[in-house]
């Protein structure tokens, strides 16, 4: 939750991967004439609430139609192993969910554990998990030898049925969909005009019990992980998002953690997920993902039309995502707007090749993750003998070590917590009376609050005393 100038590796400049675009667009030609349009029409949206005029929607649905720009087949694989796979289905990872929140109560369970009940339900959950996969990779596989002759069957046993539900689950979670479907992957290839390519898979594996699968339309692709990437290429995106060196430092150690500026997933809660820290549409097209479009077209508009406006992706007064339909050219906006994304890989490939090819979408990642995740200037309240102490985290932890543990926490968790409490409680331990007095157990407090990865150990960070 995640594009490129001359020291990017591979890329020698903004348009193209090879250091020259093949062949200028029209649309660059017109490139100021268009940046107007773009103006007038996000001016004139409160009057008529259209982002895009006619000839723009007329102009997307020509660039989108246009002969060997987007086509859709079986997977390489299929040739061999046959078109039908069994997968996890979007109404039992629903069920799987629920069957968590039943068991680990309202809180949010984590996505990568499955949480396990009383015996009595998991002895069931599993038989009748154990029976749909058989049932559905059976029917894959005299699907796949219909299609190819002779092909072999996967080596499965023979479950027996789960019996009926026991009344309590039934109760509490509802009654279960098949935990399984014998299924039809498709590839999709998106030929952009400058040459780039993008391919997606629908119908993603997940666990058998994965319970954040949502789309079977959805794909996933990691991208380039930030970890695999060189300060050569990294230090100019940092630089651009107006990070100190100091903050930089910490932040790319962070970001290495996750995945890459063009990491893309469309199948989960988050519905639309983009970037390095995976930035999120949300069901209504106005989440975080939109904050970054919006610092994009406001900081470089001329890089946000070559992203993102010109295929038509864009994003309104209000922070919510409109598209036009690259097909029909209808203008769509929110939880429609989303859904087409999900559904049209051409707009899918738009958000990843910005996330591969463009420094100034890069740019706005970072700049977004910095103001909705960079702890130092959060406000927190320390409790110590009865009295209540405000101040900013930069108070209290001044070391990159601190910044990157704390960063690390609210990327993923949405929180710092519990910071103040151990503030609060080596304060206590240690007879502090301020926040400028706890910073020599800076050091306690981050060994602490851990949480991926053990940043007091990384050499290349600042430490606390």
């Keep these: 939750m995640t594009r490129e100038r001359r020291t990017m590796k591979g890329v020698g400049n903004r348009y193209g991967q090879h250091g020259s675009h093949r062949s200028r667009s029209v649309s660059w030609l017109l490139l100021p004439g268009l940046l107007m349009s773009m103006q007038t029409a996000s001016a004139a949206q409160s009057a008529n609430s259209s982002m895009f005029s006619a000839d723009e929607r007329a102009a997307v649905v020509a660039y989108w139609t ?240 070559r992203d993102f406006r010109r295929f038509g992706v864009d994003v309104n007064a209000d922070g919510v995502l409109v598209v036009v339909d690259p097909s029909t050219g209808a203008e769509l906006m929110g939880n429609e707007a989303v859904r087409k994304v999900i559904e049209d890989k051409r707009l899918t490939a738009c958000f990843q090749k910005a996330g591969r090819r463009s420094l100034e979408f890069r740019t706005a990642q970072i700049k977004v993750a910095r103001s909705h995740y960079w702890p130092a200037d959060d406000r927190v309240k320390l409790t110590v003998n009865g009295q209540t102490i405000e101040c900013a985290v930069k108070d209290v932890v001044r070391s990159e070590a601190g910044m990157a543990t704390l960063f690390d926490r609210k990327v993923n968790r949405g929180t710092i917590a519990p910071f103040a409490e151990v503030v609060s409680r080596v304060m206590a331990a240690r007879g502090c009376r301020t926040p400028a007095e706890v910073q020599k157990y800076e050091r306690e407090i981050i060994a602490e609050l851990k949480y991926r990865h053990d940043f007091l150990a990384d050499p290349g960070l600042s430490q606390p005393p």
């Design 66 to 305: 246009a002969p060997g720009r987007y086509a859709i087949g079986a997977p390489h694989e299929a040739a061999v192993k046959g078109p039908w796979q069994v997968r996890l289905t979007p109404d039992a990872s629903r069920w799987f969910w629920a069957y968590q929140r039943a068991v680990a109560g309202p809180g949010k369970p984590p996505p990568n554990a499955d949480v396990k009940a009383s015996p009595a339900w998991e002895k069931w959950v599993q038989a009748k998990l154990d029976y749909d996969r058989a049932l559905a990779q059976a029917a894959a596989d005299a699907a796949n030898r219909a299609v190819i002759p002779g092909l072999p069957g996967a080596e499965t046993s023979s479950p027996a049925p789960p019996g009926p539900i026991p009344a309590d689950l039934l109760a509490a979670v509802g009654n279960p969909p098949p935990f399984a479907a014998s299924v039809a992957p498709r590839r999709y290839t998106v030929t952009f005009d400058d040459g780039d390519i993008y391919a997606f898979t629908d119908c993603v594996a997940m666990r058998p019990r994965y319970a954040y699968y949502r789309w079977d339309a959805g794909v996933m692709d990691a991208g380039t992980a930030v970890r695999n990437m060189s300060n050569a290429e990294l230090d100019p995106i940092f630089q651009s998002a107006g990070m100190t060196p100091s903050e930089a430092r910490a932040a790319k150690a962070v970001s290495r953690l996750e995945g890459g500026f063009d990491a893309v997933n469309t199948y989960d809660t988050g519905w639309v997920s983009i970037g390095f820290i995976q930035f999120i549409t949300g069901e209504n097209g106005a989440g975080s993902l939109l904050a970054v479009l919006a610092r994009e077209k406001a900081d470089t508009p001329e890089a946000y039309l």
